[in-house]
C-alpha cells in the first residue's frame, strides 16, 4: 500500500467533523409538505433551489414599495431546549418580524428562517420547522426557504438558534405611520397573548430565583406547567390589522417588543407629541403579576421590560376609534381604549403613565 493509499484510507469524512449531509438533506424532504401548506398567490415554487421565488404581479401589487424585517426569538429558546417542547417557539420566530412589517402598514409575504445547531436532531427540527410554518400560515405569508447549519463545536449538543426574515409589500403612498398623528388622537391596546418573545432573560432568572422547575405547575395558570405557559407563542396580528388598515382609519401601528411602551410607542410620534397612557386600562395576563411578585420588580422595570399585556398599539382619530376597535374584535382581537396623543415638551419624557398595572 502506498503512503498516499494508506493517508486516503485513515481519511476523514464531514460525517466524522460532525455534520451529517444526508440528515439535512432528509429533513429538507420531510418538510416539504408543511412548507407547501403555506403557499399563497406569488409563491407557488417547491423549497430545494437556491433561492425563495416571489411574484409581486401574481399577489396583486401595482407600485409596490418592499418592507423587510428580521428578528430572533432570544433567550426563549433556552426554555424551549430545556423542557423538550420545541412546537411553538417557531410560531414566535415569524410573529416577531411580520408583526413589524404589518405595522408599516404592508402585508407581510414571505418568510425565510435560519436554523443552527450544534448536531442535527431531525425530530427537533421538524417541530420548529412546522412551528415556522403554522406562523406563517397565521400571518398569510409563505414559507419560501431557509438554511439549516450543522456547526459542532460552536453550539453545544441540544443548543439551536433561529433567526427570521419577513419581506412584505404595500402600495406607495400608503406606508404607516401617517403624517396626520396629531394630539387628541386615541391610543388602542391589541392585547398580547403572554410574554411574547422579549425579557426572558429576566424571566428566567426570576424562575431561577422561585426554586420552580419548568414541569410544575405555573402559579398563574396550574392547568399547564410553568415551562408551558411561559413558552406560549407571541400573537401574530397580522390579519386583524389587515381588515382594520382596510378602513382607512388607521394612523400609526407600533409593535410593543423589547423596551415596551416607554421605548416602542415614541418611534411613531411626531416631534412635539407624546402620549398619555392610563395604565389600569390594561388588563395584563396573570403571568406579568406572578413575575413582578416573585422578582421584586418594580412597575417601571416591568414596563420597560416586558409588553405588560400589550402586544400592538393602533393610532386613530378619535372620531374612528370605535369604527376601527369593532373591526379588531370581529377578527377576534382584545381591545381597549389606553389613552391618547398629547403635546409634549423637548424635555419631557415622551410617554407618560397614570394609573397602575394592578399586579
Same mark, same amino acid.
Given at each position: 500500500m502506498?503512503?498516499?493509499?494508506?493517508s486516503?484510507?485513515?481519511?476523514?469524512?464531514?460525517?466524522?467533523?460532525?455534520?451529517?449531509?444526508?440528515?439535512?438533506?432528509a429533513?429538507?424532504?420531510?418538510?416539504?409538505?408543511?412548507v407547501?401548506?403555506?403557499?399563497?398567490?406569488?409563491?407557488?415554487?417547491?423549497?430545494?433551489g437556491f433561492?425563495?421565488?416571489?411574484?409581486?404581479?401574481?399577489?396583486g401589487?401595482?407600485?409596490p414599495?418592499?418592507?423587510?424585517?428580521?428578528?430572533?426569538?432570544?433567550?426563549?429558546l433556552?426554555?424551549a431546549i430545556?423542557?423538550?417542547?420545541?412546537d411553538?417557539?417557531?410560531i414566535d420566530?415569524?410573529?416577531?418580524?411580520?408583526?413589524?412589517?404589518?405595522?408599516?402598514?404592508?402585508?407581510?409575504?414571505?418568510?425565510?428562517?435560519?436554523?443552527?445547531?450544534?448536531?442535527?436532531?431531525?425530530d427537533?427540527?421538524?417541530?420548529v420547522?412546522?412551528?415556522?410554518?403554522?406562523?406563517?400560515?397565521?400571518?398569510?405569508?409563505a414559507?419560501?426557504?431557509?438554511?439549516?447549519?450543522?456547526?459542532?463545536g460552536m453550539? @453545544?449538543?441540544?443548543d439551536?438558534?433561529?433567526?427570521?426574515? +419577513?419581506? /412584505?409589500? %404595500? $402600495?406607495?403612498g400608503? &406606508?404607516?405611520?401617517?403624517?396626520d398623528?396629531k394630539?387628541g388622537?386615541?391610543?388602542?391596546?391589541?392585547a398580547?397573548?403572554?410574554?411574547?418573545?422579549?425579557?426572558?432573560?429576566?424571566?428566567r432568572?426570576?424562575?431561577?430565583r422561585?426554586g420552580?422547575?419548568?414541569?410544575?405547575?405555573?402559579?398563574?395558570?396550574p392547568?399547564?406547567?410553568?415551562?408551558?405557559?411561559?413558552?406560549?407563542?407571541?400573537?401574530?396580528?397580522?390579519?386583524?390589522?389587515?381588515a382594520a388598515?382596510?378602513?382607512?382609519?388607521?394612523?400609526?401601528?407600533?409593535?410593543?417588543?423589547?423596551?415596551?411602551?416607554?421605548?416602542?410607542?415614541?418611534r411613531v410620534?411626531?416631534?412635539?407629541?407624546g402620549?398619555?397612557?392610563?395604565?389600569?386600562?390594561?388588563? @395584563?395576563?396573570?403571568?406579568?403579576?406572578?413575575?413582578?411578585? +416573585?422578582g /421584586?420588580? %418594580? $412597575?417601571?422595570?416591568? &414596563?420597560?421590560a416586558f409588553n405588560?399585556g400589550?402586544?400592538m398599539?393602533?393610532v386613530?382619530?378619535?372620531?374612528?376609534?370605535?369604527?376601527?376597535a369593532?373591526?379588531l374584535?370581529?377578527?377576534?382581537e382584545?381591545?381597549?381604549?389606553i389613552?391618547?396623543i398629547?403635546?409634549r415638551?423637548?424635555?419631557?419624557?415622551?410617554?407618560?403613565?397614570?394609573?397602575?398595572?394592578?399586579?
Amino acid at each position: 500500500m502506498t503512503g498516499r493509499e494508506t493517508s486516503m484510507a485513515n481519511g476523514l469524512t464531514y460525517a466524522d467533523a460532525g455534520v451529517d449531509i444526508e440528515a439535512g438533506n432528509a429533513l429538507v424532504d420531510r418538510i416539504k409538505g408543511v412548507v407547501r401548506a403555506t403557499r399563497r398567490p406569488g409563491a407557488d415554487a417547491e423549497i430545494g433551489g437556491f433561492g425563495g421565488l416571489f411574484d409581486l404581479k401574481a399577489a396583486g401589487f401595482k407600485d409596490p414599495v418592499l418592507v423587510a424585517a428580521n428578528d430572533g426569538v432570544g433567550t426563549k429558546l433556552k426554555i424551549a431546549i430545556e423542557t423538550g417542547l420545541h412546537d411553538t417557539i417557531g410560531i414566535d420566530l415569524v410573529a416577531m418580524s411580520v408583526n413589524d412589517v404589518v405595522v408599516q402598514g404592508a402585508e407581510p409575504l414571505f418568510f425565510l428562517d435560519y436554523f443552527a445547531c450544534g448536531k442535527l436532531s431531525g425530530d427537533v427540527a421538524y417541530e420548529v420547522v412546522a412551528g415556522i410554518a403554522e406562523g406563517c400560515r397565521q400571518a398569510g405569508c409563505a414559507l419560501i426557504g431557509g438554511e439549516t447549519a450543522e456547526m459542532p463545536g460552536m453550539y @453545544a449538543d441540544g443548543d439551536y438558534d433561529l433567526a427570521g426574515f +419577513a419581506v /412584505g409589500a %404595500a $402600495e406607495r403612498g400608503t &406606508l404607516l405611520p401617517r403624517r396626520d398623528v396629531k394630539a387628541g388622537d386615541v391610543l388602542l391596546e391589541l392585547a398580547s397573548s403572554g410574554v411574547h418573545s422579549n425579557g426572558y432573560s429576566l424571566v428566567r432568572r426570576i424562575v431561577a430565583r422561585s426554586g420552580l422547575s419548568y414541569d410544575a405547575p405555573a402559579p398563574f395558570a396550574p392547568e399547564t406547567t410553568l415551562g408551558r405557559a411561559l413558552l406560549e407563542p407571541t400573537r401574530v396580528y397580522v390579519r386583524p390589522l389587515l381588515a382594520a388598515l382596510k378602513s382607512g382609519a388607521i394612523k400609526a401601528l407600533a409593535h410593543i417588543t423589547g423596551g415596551g411602551l416607554p421605548d416602542n410607542l415614541p418611534r411613531v410620534l411626531p416631534d412635539g407629541l407624546g402620549a398619555d397612557i392610563d395604565l389600569s386600562a390594561i388588563a @395584563a395576563p396573570k403571568v406579568f403579576g406572578w413575575l413582578a411578585e +416573585a422578582g /421584586g420588580v %418594580a $412597575e417601571a422595570e416591568m &414596563l420597560r421590560a416586558f409588553n405588560c399585556g400589550v402586544g400592538m398599539v393602533v393610532v386613530v382619530a378619535a372620531e374612528d376609534a370605535e369604527k376601527v376597535a369593532a373591526v379588531l374584535t370581529e377578527q377576534g382581537e382584545t381591545v381597549a381604549r389606553i389613552g391618547e396623543i398629547v403635546a409634549r415638551g423637548t424635555a419631557d419624557e415622551p410617554v407618560a403613565f397614570s394609573g397602575s398595572l394592578g399586579f
